[in-house]
Every structure is written in C-alpha cells, then in structure tokens.
C-alpha cells in the first residue's frame, strides 16, 4: 500500500532522505535510527518491530504533532525524556 505525497513536499522529502541516507550504513538491516531527548538528543538504534507497539505509536503521533516532517536532526526525532524511552524500549524487547 502506497502514499502520494503533494508535489509541494517532494522536494522536502528528497532532502530529508539525502540527509538520512549517510548515515544509512550504520543503522543495521532491520532497524531505524531515531534521535530522543527534550533538550540535548541522542541517537539510538531499535528495530523496526518497536513502530508496531501501540505505545511506540503514541510517540510517533507526538513526534508528528511537534515536528512534522522536519526534524531537526535530520533523522526520526521522538520528543520524549531518554530515561522515558529506554524504558519503553527495554519493555518492548523483553516482550
């Protein structure tokens, strides 16, 4: 299943995937890197399967209601404590 993005965004989209895309080789097969903290961000590398969790989905929604589609960091930014986050995530891979 696919999406159309408008054609005022393509541009927008084809520069944020420039930005990502260097640093593609150090993000395993399988997984995304996302930038977490309220006000100095740290990378952090989680599997794919983390987006499916509705609490994970939850950030996201936040992440898209305060960034839109451009983050900061040129990459997945969750706008959360990273404390928070590195419980949620050790919740999740203990599932």
Known sequence: MGFRLPS???PQA????????????AVPKGHVAVYV???????FVIPISYLNHLSFQQLLNRAE????????E???TIPCGE???VDLTSRLQSS
């Open 14 to 25: 084809k520069q944020l995937l420039k930005r990502s895309s260097g640093n593609a080789s």
């Open 83 to 85: 404390d928070a986050f």
């Open 8 to 10: 005022s965004l393509i």
């Open 65 to 72: 209601e305060e960034f839109g589609f451009d983050h900061p």
């Open 37 to 43: 903290g309220e006000f100095q961000r740290k990378r």
């Open 74 to 76: 040129g990459g997945l």
